[in-house]
Nanobody, 120 residues
Framework: VQVVESGGGLVQPGGSLRLSCSASGNIFDYAAMAWYRQAPGKEREMVARITNGGTTNYADSVRGRATISIDNVNNMVYLDMTNLRPEDTGVYYC???????????????WGQGTQVTVSS
């Protein structure tokens, strides 16, 4: 299984970005897709998750500023973030998982990550 992210870069505080993710096969074959991030010196944390039924979950730190969505036409998962803050800086990873992931486990497949830097 291949998971590939794109869309990272340097963004000014208060700005917006869209991260994109593709995965092998049909996105809906996975029970859930998610975005994680890892800041320097910190543990990897889940930012947002969406199940193939459309249920979404967000970290408290991004709720109201992030939207995860599935594009079933292009077989992509997106993470849209607005009002970016310096503390949003990190490597963002797309992940895919099966039923165990939906029930609280870890994803089964990970992308290589894309760097997001929020700085003026």
């Amino acid at each position: 299984v291949q998971v590939v992210e794109s869309g990272g870069g340097l963004v000014q505080p208060g700005g917006s970005l869209r991260l994109s993710c593709s995965a092998s096969g049909n996105i809906f074959d996975y029970a859930a897709m998610a975005w994680y991030r890892q800041a320097p010196g910190k543990e990897r944390e889940m930012v947002a998750r969406i199940t193939n039924g459309g249920t979404t979950n967000y970290a408290d730190s991004v709720r109201g500023r992030a939207t995860i969505s599935i594009d079933n036409v292009n077989n992509m998962v997106y993470l849209d973030m607005t009002n970016l803050r310096p503390e949003d800086t990190g490597v963002y990873y797309c992940a895919a998982g099966d039923v165990a992931f939906v029930r609280g486990g870890r994803p089964d497949y990970w992308g290589q990550g894309t760097q997001v830097t929020v700085s003026s």
